[in-house]
């Protein structure tokens, strides 16, 4: 049986402090079958209008975040795992590896992915990897558990991370993750906001750094994390009882119904 809580509104109405921003990745946790929704949409200016921010975390690619933080009601997106970090108020990311050649970086990319296809020869690279700058990625559809496991080995190995979520695999830098990714942006972007006053969110094993409790104590999976529930090692504490952004939308909703019901008493 999984060792989790169903995510409820007490949960979040005896805390002495409220939550003030949520980490959220996007596939498959912002997302219904791949798209945003009306309601997403809603539910994120509510979330802006009610003053607790949201930060996606995500491992798309830096093309595809750079365009999305300019469109929707968000604080911010961190890309590519961990990469980099595009704040809503300036064009340019912030670069949150150490990598002096970013050309030489994605040429060694390359060769590892080349190293790959030997054993693999069906991987091909994920239609958005042109436009990354610090991970390689190509599609996990088709791959079993035991191939994505030795894949991991292989980069070990070489020295490189690997992760993978509902869509793509990921070759990463060993370090390169969004928990330490997301402690960098709220140190440099966010100085008022502790990890404990953060709430992060996510649906696959490419979220498991989010569900570290020694770094995030706050974690919620919406439903469809529990298809992963055994190969992870840190799990949320908390699970929605729908999957996808409708497990989102119960996570804002019990948010908001606790903020509202304090202003009152207050």
């Known amino acids: 049986m999984p060792d989790f809580h169903v995510l409820s509104s007490p949960f979040f109405a005896k805390r002495r402090s409220s939550f003030r921003l949520i980490a959220s990745d996007m596939d498959g946790t912002l997302t219904w079958q791949g798209e945003f929704t009306p309601a997403l949409i809603q539910a994120l200016q509510d979330l802006q209008t009610a003053g607790i921010a949201v ?3 995500t491992g798309r690619s830096a093309g595809w975040v750079s365009g999305l933080v300019q469109y929707l009601p968000v604080a911010g997106a961190i890309a590519e795992n961990g990469g980099l970090f595009f704040p809503k108020t300036q064009a340019d ?7 002096a050649d970013l050309t030489a970086h994605r040429q060694q990319l390359a060769e590892l992915f080349a190293t790959l296809q030997t054993q693999w020869p069906q991987l091909q690279p994920s239609n958005d990897n042109r436009y990354r700058l610090t991970d390689w990625t190509f599609d996990v559809t088709g791959l079993s558990q035991s191939e994505l496991d030795e894949m991991a080995q292989i980069c070990d190995r070489a020295g490189w991370g690997f992760t993978y979520s509902t ?25 008022a906001i502790t990890p404990d006053e953060v709430v992060t969110v996510g649906d696959s094993p490419n979220d498991e750094s989010l569900f570290d409790p020694a770094a995030f104590p706050h974690s919620v ?6 298809h992963y529930w055994e190969t992870l090692n840190y799990k949320p504490v908390y699970v929605t009882h729908s999957p996808e ?5 119960e996570l804002s909703q019990a948010l908001l119904e606790v903020r509202s019901r304090r202003l009152r008493e207050d």
């Open 93 to 99: 990311p912030t670069l949150l590896v150490d990598i």
């Open 55 to 57: 930060l996606i975390v």
């Open 221 to 226: 999976g919406v439903a469809n994390i529990q």
């Open 245 to 249: 952004s409708q497990g989102f939308l």
């Open 167 to 191: 869509v793509q695999c990921h070759i990463k830098l060993a370090h390169q993750s969004k928990s330490a990714a997301l402690l960098q942006v709220l140190s440099r972007q966010f100085p």
